[in-house]
């Protein structure tokens, strides 16, 4: 499973780097957005395949479906991304009222799914797992994320106060201090800028 994501994200970065290339760069370096989504897009109808895209927007239908009510930000902050007829639920030891829908898609540890208001047990079970997993993963993600910006706001501050101006940017700084490291394990640092 690994090595298929590391060859998805290859080809999303080959297309993306594709795109950027005709996107205009804004003068610290990065570029507008909805212009890298324009460019991407019209890049992505050259290189469809319409069964595969019909299977991706299939699972997107899929996943979306078996979102929590809630559970991503309303679009706009006015509540009205809600369906009419919200229901919610009132658990015994949960302080706080909880969107609830009863058509949302549940999934179990064998691959099938299930209405919410029709699981079972065991799709509950399933449920929650998958829950504490992905919690896991944006804990740990969180947890990095927090010591990456600590050592990059050290190296910005120890050079400004060396007098420096230019060239403070993330890259600078994992290079510099030999934070950024090849796979294989080697001691070397990889420079994806160098030809």
């Given amino acids: 499973m690994a090595k298929r994501g590391a060859k998805v994200r290859l080809h999303y970065r080959t297309l993306y780097e594709e795109a950027k290339a005709g996107v205009k760069q804004n003068t610290d370096g990065s570029r507008f957005e909805p212009d890298l989504l324009d460019a991407l897009a019209i890049l992505l109808l050259g290189h469809s395949d319409p069964q595969a895209e019909a299977r991706r927007r299939a699972k997107q239908i899929i996943d979306t479906l078996a979102r929590v009510p809630g559970e991503l930000p309303d679009s706009d902050g006015d509540d009205e991304d809600e369906p009419p007829g919200q229901l919610w639920l009132q658990i015994p030891g949960i302080n706080e009222r909880v969107k609830y829908d009863p058509c949302r898609l549940v999934r179990d540890a064998n691959g099938n799914i299930i209405e919410d208001d029709k699981q ?20 740990l993600w969180n947890s990095r994320k927090g010591k990456m910006l600590a050592h990059f706001q050290r190296w910005v501050l120890e050079q400004m106060q060396s007098g420096r101006t230019s060239r403070l940017t993330w890259g600078d700084c994992i290079r510099e201090t030999g934070a950024l490291m090849e796979l294989s394990g080697g001691n070397e640092a990889h420079d994806p800028d160098a030809q």
Wanted: proline share 0%.
């Fill in 120 to 139: 079972t047990l065991a799709f509950a079970v399933a449920d929650h797992a998958r829950s504490t997993e992905n919690m896991a993963r944006v804990a």
